[in-house]
């Protein structure tokens, strides 16, 4: 079993930085995939980045490509989620996710375990 935990949201405004971090807990997470997914409200949890078991392939969603930065220390069993250039559409619940395999993925269906999620608001 993979545990995760979010932290690090809060309230910025539009044009600041924040940094959300996931602590995962679980013996194969340095195998693991991972994911960052929102749900802003009225709307469908969406894709935000996702990246491979190495770091070393990572996919953003168009609406925050060349603003925000995922990244991850496996010997921390770290995720984190770097946010710049913040825009008040960027408000949602942010969660982190888990995939049993190594290979990043864009697809909430694709994912075996999830945070409980951190709220971010961007005020204008």
């Known amino acids: 079993q993979v545990q995760l935990v979010e932290s690090g949201g809060g309230l910025v405004q539009a044009g600041g930085s924040l940094r959300l971090s996931c602590a995962a807990s679980?013996?194969?997470?340095?195998?693991?995939?991972m994911g960052w997914f929102r749900q802003a409200p009225g709307k469908e949890r969406e894709f935000v980045a996702t990246?491979?078991?190495?770091?070393?392939?990572?996919y953003y969603a168009d609406s925050v490509k060349g603003r925000f930065t995922i990244s991850r220390v496996n010997a921390k069993n770290t995720v984190f989620l770097q946010m710049n250039t913040l825009k008040p559409e960027d408000t949602a619940t942010y969660y982190c996710?888990?995939?049993?395999?190594?290979?990043?993925?864009?697809?909430?269906?694709?994912?075996?375990?999830w945070g409980q999620g951190t709220q971010v608001t961007v005020s204008s």
């Open positions: 996710a888990a995939r049993k395999t190594s290979m990043a993925s864009k697809d909430e269906g694709n994912y075996d375990y």
């Open positions: 679980g013996q194969t997470f340095s195998s693991d995939a």
């Open positions: 990246i491979n078991w190495s770091g070393g392939s990572t």
